[in-house]
């Protein structure tokens, strides 16, 4: 107990000696052990373990007080989905139509944060033969599900013009590009891969 005490004591630079004067007046210097049932859990990982990964629901396994949302292809392809009724202009977040309807002079009111607790949302894909149109395999969030629609069942508008590959979501397209070509690896067959 005194080299564990010791030990600590001096891992945060205060020497044991310089603890007297926190010890009540008729303490003694050797404090009894606590019960088991008062000490801290002892960890079970080595200290030099990386920490556990937070698992992901498994399928099967849904959140089961999320809010489950069905949009439609149109809506998730939508590049605007918030119009104004007065120039047709349209936008992509509601909160930009709000802050355009100031210039109509038009009654507006921008969404505050609210106190309550705000009930998760999931997304279905639209496409009936796709997982993650059941309901235990919704995506989490709105750009998720519209990068999901795009990539999996979207136009692929995007060609890369060294490989000819070609991709739906132009962020996906754009990463390609800084790498396409850049490393090779050519198989005795002659096929190339680029790792």
Not at 111 to 130: A, F, H, N
Request: proline residues 9%; positive net charge.
């Amino acid at each position: 107990m005194a080299a564990s005490s010791s030990s600590a004591a001096s891992f945060f630079g205060v020497q044991q000696d310089d603890q007297s004067h926190l010890l009540p007046p008729n303490s003694s210097a050797a404090a009894p052990p606590l019960p088991t049932h008062h000490q801290p859990p002892q960890s079970q990982q080595p200290l030099d373990a990386p920490p556990q990964k937070k698992k992901r629901n498994q399928p099967r396994t849904p959140n089961s007080d999320a809010e489950v949302i069905a949009l439609s292809p149109k809506t998730l392809m939508a590049t605007n989905r918030f119009i104004c009724e007065v120039c047709n202009k349209g936008f992509q977040r509601e909160q930009n139509l709000q802050l355009h309807r100031r210039g109509h002079n038009l009654p507006w009111k921008l969404k505050q944060k609210s106190t309550k607790e705000v009930k998760r949302k999931v997304y279905l894909c639209p496409e009936p033969t796709c997982v993650h149109h059941d309901p235990s395999r919704a995506l989490g969030d709105l750009t998720g599900i519209k990068k999901h629609y795009y990539r999996k069942h979207g136009e692929k508008k995007w060609k890369c013009e060294k490989c000819s590959k070609r991709y739906a979501v132009q962020s996906d397209w754009k990463a390609h590009s800084k790498t396409c070509g850049t490393k090779e690896y050519r198989c005795d067959c002659g096929t190339l891969f680029s790792r």
